[in-house]
């Protein structure tokens, strides 16, 4: 069972000229449905195809085309809704937001704004040992992308690309819960994490794929609780929506710059417009992009062209019990089958890939051990390349037998750093690495004392020195290994030095 207990972070608190303020922020997420197909037609979601090569009739709305429902997209918004602990609601609808704009063939895009396919969940943010958000989430819709406007190429002309035009999107609507910009930042990570776990959405950000509308607002120290208490938005002030983020780095510097910038409005006395921003990177400024509509602005009304989105709870339920274990239940178990740290079991989970990897090493093995060359030899070695765990040149199989060398004592943790590079850069097999390279440790206890005897015979003066202070015991320790080419167990040497020294 995962152990909620946590404390909840204090809100990021900013110091104006006159008084303090307190950020509050909301987040509607677009996440790429992973699918080959679009929503409504059979087109491919490929990216990095030719300039609209990815484009059928319903897409471009030629006369006459009607979209037709892509289930398996249908499937994949459950599965979300289903990892974020949401209610699924059985019957949900399409409607047509209408707005008229080059890179928006039809006129309008199909979403789904009155009846969602999915209700309220949670989302529970990290935000260090024992510390975390929990994130309410109000929805997930379903809905078509638009197209992309191209104004580069020629100085008189824009051209349109319509592949992304009918690609799936899940809108993740989040409740006014994150009170920072780094809450915002862990937000978008976390739930980047629970979508690829799910398989849902691939969570890259460079392509579009997963991208944020961040709303931003202040209020003055107290608001937020009397909001809590009445559920009267007025408390948090006017928000603003800053579009289309898709970096953690520049969606907590754009909170940073947009809750400032209120502030100083209102500490001049002055008022907020509720508006749509786009954060400017170069410049770290953010910048008016229109008004803010409202729902009656896109004259929302049903689609006529698809009927009311029927789904059958034995269906939901299949889909539940395929839904694979989630980032924050693998890094409970982590802890306490392997006994790791809060920390290591974080980086563990972070990726599904890595956290797959890891178990293959620790099967049957020391977890701990295991954890820690998995982190630091193997992550710390792929990270200098520029490479992720999918690129390790070194299966998990025999990393798993470098970690059950040390552990029998067949070799040292020194020796299995050069084991480890062999079998890096060469695809050696460890065990046999050790045997042909002769690198087996030494256990034998009289070639240990052979070796310990002839050091101390050699330096009488360091052994005097050693019986006053014990510490300078090391250095015998140090030198037997080097005498034995680093091959003897540095525990027996260790305990033998300390006997023939009377230490």
């Not at 471009?60 to 499937?75: K, Q, S, T, Y």
């Not at 959405?201 to 509308?213: I, P, T, V």
Request: aromatic content about 8%; some cysteine.
């Amino acid at each position: 069972m995962l152990d909620l207990s946590y404390e909840t972070p204090k809100p990021k608190v900013i110091a104006g000229a006159k008084h303090d303020w307190e950020l509050v922020i909301g987040m509607e997420v677009h996440a790429q449905v992973s699918s080959r197909a679009k929503l409504f037609s059979g087109a491919s979601t490929e990216f990095g195809a030719e300039p609209n090569a990815n484009v059928s009739f319903v897409d471009a709305a030629m006369p006459g085309m009607l979209p037709v429902i892509n289930a398996f997209c249908v499937e994949q918004a459950v599965r979300t809704g289903l990892g974020l602990k949401a209610q699924i609601n059985l019957v949900s609808a399409f409607d047509r937001k209408n707005y008229f704009y080059p890179d928006n063939p039809q006129g309008y895009q199909i979403s789904q704004l009155y009846h969602p396919i999915v209700g309220e969940g949670e989302i529970l943010v990290d935000m260090g040992p024992g510390v975390a958000r929990l994130v309410r989430v109000e929805r997930i819709h379903i809905e078509q992308d638009a197209g992309k406007s191209i104004h580069d190429m020629d100085p008189n002309m824009s051209f349109m690309d319509f592949n992304r035009t009918g690609v799936p999107l899940m809108e993740i609507v989040s409740r006014p819960d994150i009170r920072g910009p780094e809450e915002a930042a862990a937000y978008m990570a976390k739930l980047r994490q629970i979508l690829r776990y799910l398989g849902t959405c691939d969570g890259n950000m460079q392509n579009g794929n997963l991208r944020a509308d961040v709303n931003v607002s202040v209020c003055r120290v107290g608001q937020y609780e009397k909001y809590q208490e009445t559920q009267d938005f007025a408390h948090l002030g006017t928000r603003c929506e800053i579009k289309n983020m898709n970096s953690m780095r520049f969606i907590q510097q754009a909170i940073d710059y947009e809750a400032k910038r209120q502030i100083a409005i209102l500490e001049a006395g002055g008022k907020v417009d509720q508006e749509t921003r786009l954060y400017d990177p170069d410049k770290g400024e953010t910048r008016s992009m229109r008004s803010k509509e409202e729902a009656q602005d896109y004259r929302y009304f049903p689609d006529p062209d698809l009927l009311p989105l029927e789904i059958e709870q034995a269906w939901v339920d299949e889909i539940a019990a395929s839904l694979p274990e989630l980032p924050d239940e693998k890094k409970a178990r982590f802890v306490k089958d392997f006994g790791l740290s809060e920390y290591d079991a974080g980086v563990l989970t972070a990726e599904a890939e890595n956290a797959a990897f890891f178990e293959k090493v620790a099967e049957g093995r020391d977890g701990k051990l295991a954890a820690n060359w998995v982190i630091n030899e193997l992550f710390g070695r792929l990270k200098k390349e520029d490479h992720d765990i999918t690129e390790s040149p070194i299966a998990p199989e025999m990393l798993g037998k470098i970690v059950g060398l040390i552990s029998k004592g067949d070799i040292s943790g020194k020796i299995a750093k050069d084991v480890f590079e062999i079998a890096y850069t060469s695809g050696r097999d460890p065990e046999e690495i050790v045997e042909t390279e002769g690198m087996r440790q030494v256990t034998d206890t009289g070639a240990i004392e052979a070796a310990v005897d002839e050091v101390i015979a050699s330096n009488p003066a360091q052994v005097e020195k050693a019986k006053q202070n014990p510490k300078l015991a090391g250095w015998f320790v140090g030198q037997v290994m080097k005498a034995t080419g680093g091959k003897a167990n540095p525990a027996a040497v260790n305990q033998m030095v300390s006997e023939k020294l009377g230490l």
